[in-house]
């Protein structure tokens, strides 16, 4: 911040509003052009194509390899997709919240704007933010080390019922704290994203301060945000689960630890089961449909702040 802007009044962002501006704004961007919808379809797509290719991978390294061994390749596959989802969304992350700070549609395509310098930024801060979430996402083998001197312990090793409990219990205490530390960092650097988005330059510490006094409100915009999707789509998964098909783990014919079936039967099987193919499909498009959200909220949040003159910006919006 400048000398000049230090010592602007800061305006509280409104935690109601600008969830229902989230809303507002992320699905009216997708529906205010032919192309900004077509970024939308192409990020659906291509995030059910990561989803479909983690899922085959995890199949083939819980088939082929021991449990210690593919418990390590899983964690690289997660850790591959959280990178490939943020590649997936730099691009339409750009153009929710160009369309929203500015009223521009993209004007690249939706490959040069995951390539381009500002494609490139918007992925390099996605990754930053994105990693916090996924260290959380590997609370149970933390948990493993420290409570049995080592990692990627089976639970099922376990000596009592007691043991058990307090297992669970440490793993559930571990989880949300890695997860609201993750939040917290992510609303910390909320608006990297907006700033990149329209070009802005500065350094990432003048980002960072322009949150300041706003980080808790920013986590409970995000976290409000996050309830209409996720109700929708527990909803949608209680539906497939009612619907004929074979389970995953009746597919796979589980015996002593090892499957019976080739990796391709079993694939096949996953994808013939309506079950599996509903909750992918409702996974990706409440994973995207939250991504928008998020995005638009971010940018909302962002112009509130910037209506009081942050540095920097003013002649973006003039």
Do not use: H
């Amino acid at each position: 911040m400048t000398d000049v802007t230090a010592g602007l009044s800061r305006p509280k962002i409104p935690v109601w509003r600008t969830a229902y501006d989230a809303y507002r704004l992320g699905l009216g961007a997708i529906f205010s052009s032919g192309k900004m919808f077509r970024f939308f379809v192409y990020g659906s797509a291509l995030s059910i194509a990561i989803l479909m290719v983690q899922a085959y991978s995890m199949l083939w390294t819980f088939r082929y390899l021991d449990q210690l061994n593919a418990d390590i390749i899983g964690i690289a596959i997660n850790f591959g997709v959280y990178c490939a989802l943020a590649v997936v969304q730099a691009p339409l992350g750009i153009a929710v919240q160009r369309w929203v700070l500015a009223d521009e549609q993209p004007d690249s395509s939706y490959l040069a704007g995951a390539l381009d310098r500002r494609g490139r930024f918007y992925l390099l801060a996605s990754l930053a933010i994105a990693f916090p979430y996924f260290l959380a996402s590997q609370t149970e083998s933390i948990v493993d080390l420290a409570y049995f001197g080592g990692p990627l312990i089976v639970s099922e090793s376990l000596a009592s019922i007691d043991s058990a409990r307090n297992y669970v219990l440490l793993l559930l205490l571990i989880l949300t704290a890695g997860y609201v530390g993750a939040s917290l960092i992510s609303a910390k650097g909320a608006f990297l994203f907006p700033a990149v988005a329209i070009s802005r330059r500065a350094s990432v510490y003048q980002f960072l301060s322009e949150t300041r006094g706003t980080v808790s409100r920013l986590c409970f915009v995000f976290l409000i945000a996050l309830i209409p999707v996720t109700t929708v789509g527990l909803f949608a998964l209680g539906v497939a689960y009612q619907m004929p098909g074979t389970p995953l783990m009746d597919a796979l014919s589980i015996g002593d630890g090892v499957t019976n079936n080739n990796l391709d039967d079993l694939l096949l099987a996953v994808l013939r089961s309506p079950t599996n193919v509903v909750a992918l499909v409702v996974g990706a498009a409440a994973y995207m449909t939250w991504f928008l959200v998020i995005a638009a909220g971010a940018a909302r949040a962002y112009q509130i702040r910037v209506e009081r003159g942050l540095s920097g910006v003013a002649e973006v919006f003039s």
